[in-house]
C-alpha cells in the first residue's frame, strides 16, 4: 500500500490494449520527470475481456459492462491507487455512477475535455466518436452545459470513423488517411473551429500520424489531469 501522503494511479484499460498502452507512453511523456523516482506511480489493470461499449450501450447490454468496470475499479481501489484514469470515451457513460461506488476518484476525460475546449473559446466542436459515444451524446451533453454547439458527422462519414477505429486500429493497423481526410474534409465543411478526438482508438491514429492542433485529444487531456492528479508536474512537449 502507498505512504500516506502517496499518489498512485490506477489505469483501468483494455479498451482496447493498443489505447492502453498507448495512454500509459503519454503519461511518461508529458510527466516532467529526470529520473524514475519522479514519475508517477501507476497501476495498470489491462482488462480486454471487458465487453465492447457501444455493442453493449446500443444492443440494451450495458449493465454487462458497468458490472465489470465496477469490479474492475474496485480491484485497483483494494490495491491502493488513490485516483483512477479509464481511457476510453464510451465507458464514460457509466463513470458518475462508477464514482459512487468508490471511495476515490475517477478522472472523468468527457469533462476534462470540453471544459478544455470551452477555454480555448472555440464554439463549434466536432465530435470523433464511436456509434456509442455519440448516440449515448456524452460529448454533446457536455458541450451543451458548456455553452458550446457540438457536431457530429453525417452518417456516411460516421462509418468512416468506425472503420478507422474497428477494422484497422483494432486489429493492429496505422488507420487509413484515405479516409481520415475525408473526415476531416466533412468536419470543416460543416465550419467546425475545432474537432474533439473522443475515441482512444482514434488517439492512437492521432499519434501515428500527427494531427494538426484542429484536433483536441482527450486521450491527451486524460493523461495531462492523471500527472497533475498525482501531483507531478507537466512537461510541455
Known amino acids: 500500500m502507498p505512504a500516506a501522503n502517496e499518489s498512485r ?3 483501468l484499460g483494455g479498451m482496447g490494449p493498443q489505447a492502453t498502452q498507448s495512454f500509459y507512453q503519454r503519461i511518461i511523456d508529458l510527466t516532467d520527470a529526470s529520473c524514475d523516482q519522479e514519475h508517477v506511480p501507476t497501476l495498470i489493470w489491462s482488462d480486454s ?4 461499449r457501444t455493442a453493449a450501450l446500443l444492443e ?9 468496470l465496477l469490479a474492475d475499479a474496485r480491484l ?10 479509464i ?6 457513460y457509466f463513470v458518475d455512477r462508477l464514482s459512487q461506488e468508490l471511495g476515490i476518484p475517477i478522472i ?3 469533462r476534462e475535455t470540453v471544459a478544455r475546449v470551452s477555454k480555448i473559446g472555440e464554439p463549434r466542436v466536432g465530435i470523433l466518436a464511436t456509434d456509442g459515444t455519440i448516440q449515448m451524446g456524452l460529448y454533446q451533453e457536455e458541450c451543451r452545459r458548456a455553452g458550446l454547439m457540438a457536431v457530429t458527422p453525417p452518417e456516411e462519414i460516421q462509418r468512416l470513423v468506425m472503420s478507422i477505429i ?9 488507420g487509413s488517411r484515405e479516409k481520415f481526410q475525408l473526415i476531416d474534409a466533412a468536419l470543416r465543411k460543416l465550419g467546425c473551429d475545432c474537432a474533439i478526438i473522443g475515441c482512444t482508438e482514434l488517439s492512437v491514429y492521432r499519434l501515428n500520424h500527427h494531427l494538426p492542433s484542429f484536433y483536441v485529444d482527450a486521450m491527451e487531456i486524460l493523461a495531462e489531469s492523471a ?6 508536474p507537466l512537461r510541455y512537449i
Open 87 to 92: 481511457p476510453c470515451n464510451t465507458s464514460h
Open 166 to 174: 474497428y477494422d484497422e486500429i483494432k486489429r493492429g493497423e496505422q
Open 108 to 110: 472523468n476525460m468527457v
Open 227 to 232: 500527472i497533475i492528479a498525482c501531483g507531478k
Open 60 to 68: 440494451g447490454r450495458g449493465e454487462e459492462v458497468y458490472a465489470r
Open 49 to 52: 475481456l471487458i465487453p465492447d
Open 9 to 11: 494511479l490506477g489505469i
Open 76 to 85: 485497483l481501489e483494494q490495491a491502493g491507487c488513490t485516483v483512477i484514469a
